[in-house]
């Protein structure tokens, strides 16, 4: 028997029943109104329109507007083809009901906040240093004189408050999705019931 399982039996009272609609799948995350299984789609939803219109966004800057370079629009765009095979794979899992293959989903959503960290720290480093400093630093991502015509001094103030908007929603999402997992893990190890005797007798022999 493993250390896990004993100590998932530690935590477990003797009267103990497992249900796949337990309240405490309804995580606060969703003010226990979703179950876990139903926010993770959710939140893929929300992810994959909040990627594909900044896909859209970027690629309009550089075509229109010329203020974007090229290779920041193919990153964007191969990142939300990334995202998006994630998150097939991630409703593949729930619905075959294996937990291991929402693990990729929750990687790329980390690589996601920290994108829009570090998004949001330009911003407000080129909110600090001036045009110039800015366009001498930055100037192989974007052209900063047209940023600043087309949308005002305020542009790299705008840029941090959307970027940690999105961080923010990021980390939301990654909850769901982190509780979809957690819920899949539990439904496995309580969907053996041999299994979970033996640990809850080797809990009780300890005591």
């Not at 876990?36 to 859209?56: D, H, P, Q």
Request: net charge negative.
């Amino acid at each position: 028997m493993g250390h896990d399982d004993l100590s998932k039996a530690e935590v477990l009272p003797p009267n103990f029943i497992y249900s796949t609609e337990d309240k405490f799948y309804y995580g606060p995350a969703t003010c226990e109104y979703l179950h876990y299984r139903s926010a993770a789609v959710l939140g893929a939803i929300i992810e994959f329109l909040l990627m594909g219109a900044g896909t859209v966004i970027a690629y309009y800057l550089y075509s229109s507007l010329e203020s974007l370079e090229y290779f920041v629009v193919w990153s964007m765009a191969v990142f939300f083809a990334m995202s998006t095979a994630m998150s097939l794979l991630m409703l593949y899992g729930l619905f075959t009901e294996n937990p291991a293959l929402i693990k990729p989903k929750i990687v790329i959503q980390e690589i996601e906040i920290a994108s829009l960290i570090g998004l949001a720290t330009f911003a407000v480093i080129a909110m600090c240093i001036g045009l110039d400093a800015t366009n001498y630093l930055f100037g192989f991502v974007l052209n900063v004189d047209l940023m600043e015509e087309d949308f005002g001094p305020i542009w790299p103030f705008n840029i941090s408050i959307l970027a940690f908007m999105a961080a923010a929603l990021g980390v939301w999402i990654r909850i769901l999705t982190i509780g979809a997992q957690d819920y899949l893990l539990d439904k496995e190890f309580f969907s053996q019931p041999n299994h979970m005797n033996v640990a809850l007798e080797e809990k009780n022999r300890d005591d």
